[in-house]
């Protein structure tokens, strides 16, 4: 798809972040947007943006849980209705959990899964059938960072970016199998600036174990935020612009990927001595004392979409 003027966009996680960028770049070049958020105030910001700037495109929004599956399909129906059509869906929303594995709640982790994985599936299934009627449709959906390489204290969201990972290349390969007019590509961005590190959840069993606060913890997760939302959105039209099967956004993501295919077993012992060295850091300054010099790469980043968003 080289050209999003006259297509219709749906975007999961539109209220803030990476969703908020998509839309209002895809609607600055012609394309109708439907927009999806559990936050219907950010929602509401992202709407007005878009028809201050573009006024002449349609826009539409729903405010709803992207792990409710009965209101996704119901959003996907109407959008084709109310649009005419639906060419892209983009499964952006998203959240974070850090917890150990024995230690996690089985609450936490069935929040982030349905929100991460089984929002994307649902976004999927949902609009497929859209996609494929206008035959020219693209599902976009975002894994991250962590669906290339792992971290300790963050299991449940490894294994949610790593199964959107695992479902989005299955689903491409189908697609190029059916050749039914419609592709996928599988977004693995590296630390964005949004607010999906303040929205988090940290569980207690991480304070003394690698942070030394929840708030700690947060700060210290955002703090390898690098890239722009807007700057993220760009990568990714681009790379459905040109059909990619993946796209990799920032030097991190870039840089975990090669670490992951060049030390495929190694990487984790270094993950483990980066991550030790950022605990000790956080303790040392939890008590006022001086921290050593940086490592020159340590790895220790998240990719992610956005705030609580579904």
């Not at 983009?90 to 959990?97: I, K, M, P, R, T």
């Amino acid at each position: 798809m080289r050209d999003f003027a006259n297509k219709v966009a749906a975007i999961t996680g539109a209220g803030s972040g990476m969703g908020r960028s998509l839309a209002i770049q895809l609607a600055q070049a012609g394309c109708q947007v439907s927009l999806a958020d559990k936050n219907g105030v950010g929602l509401a910001e992202t709407e007005r943006i878009i028809r201050a700037i573009a006024p002449n495109v349609r826009v539409s929004t729903r405010v709803l849980d992207v792990g409710d599956r009965e209101a996704m399909f119901a959003w996907a129906d109407d959008t084709a209705k109310e649009h005419g059509k639906v060419n892209l869906i983009f499964n952006n929303a998203g959240v974070a959990l850090s917890s150990t594995i024995e230690g996690v709640e089985y609450s936490d982790l069935e929040w982030i899964v349905n929100i991460n994985f089984w929002g994307v599936v649902h976004g999927t299934k949902a609009f497929l059938p859209h996609l494929k009627a206008s035959g020219d449709g693209h599902v976009i959906n975002t894994s991250s960072i962590f669906g290339i390489f792992a971290q300790p204290g963050m299991s449940g969201y490894n294994a949610t970016k790593f199964a959107v990972r695992g479902f989005t290349e299955s689903l491409r390969q189908e697609l190029d199998m059916m050749k039914c007019g419609v592709s996928a590509t599988c977004v693995h961005p590296g630390g964005i600036r949004t607010n999906i590190a303040q929205s988090s959840r940290v569980a207690k069993n991480m304070v003394g174990f690698i942070v030394e606060s929840e708030q700690q913890g947060k700060d210290s997760f955002e703090k390898f935020f690098i890239t722009t939302a807007d700057d993220a959105a760009r990568t990714i039209l681009a790379g459905v612009r040109k059909n990619k099967r993946r796209v990799l956004i920032g030097r991190d993501a870039k840089g975990a990927d090669w670490m992951a295919r060049i030390l495929p077993s190694a990487y984790q012992a270094l993950v483990v001595l980066a991550t030790r060295r950022e605990a000790a850091k956080a303790r040392r300054a939890a008590r006022g004392a001086p921290a050593p010099a940086p490592l020159h790469a340590t790895y220790n980043n998240a990719g992610n979409q956005g705030g609580e968003q579904s």
